[in-house]
């Protein structure tokens, strides 16, 4: 869960906010989405190394648990959205 300390985010932040200044340029250029496959590739590599079974399993989840929290609060919300403007099926 995506919920950490306000303080804990504010480091993390200073860290992040660069990174994702850059991708806004690149997306404006014709697209982001190899950078952020990258992004996210290289972190969860560096963090979840292939040392065995159970931190590959590990690494998974994470990343399926961002996928739903992503759906969830972003994509549900707007798949509403769009029902309601224009009807249900």
């Known amino acids: 869960m995506p919920y950490i300390k306000q303080s804990d985010r504010k480091i993390i932040d200073l860290l992040l906010t660069p990174l994702l200044d850059q991708l806004s340029i ?5 697209g982001a989405d190899g950078t952020v496959n990258y992004v996210i590739s290289r972190i969860v590599r560096t963090l979840y190394p ?3 079974y ?15 929290e992503y759906y969830r609060r972003v ?10 403007e224009n009807g249900d099926i």
């Open 26 to 30: 690149s997306r404006g250029m014709g």
């Open 50 to 52: 292939a040392k065995s």
């Open 54 to 68: 159970y931190v590959l399993n590990r690494g998974m989840g994470i990343l399926e648990s961002a996928k739903l």
């Open 75 to 84: 994509v549900a919300p707007y798949e509403n959205e769009k029902m309601e």
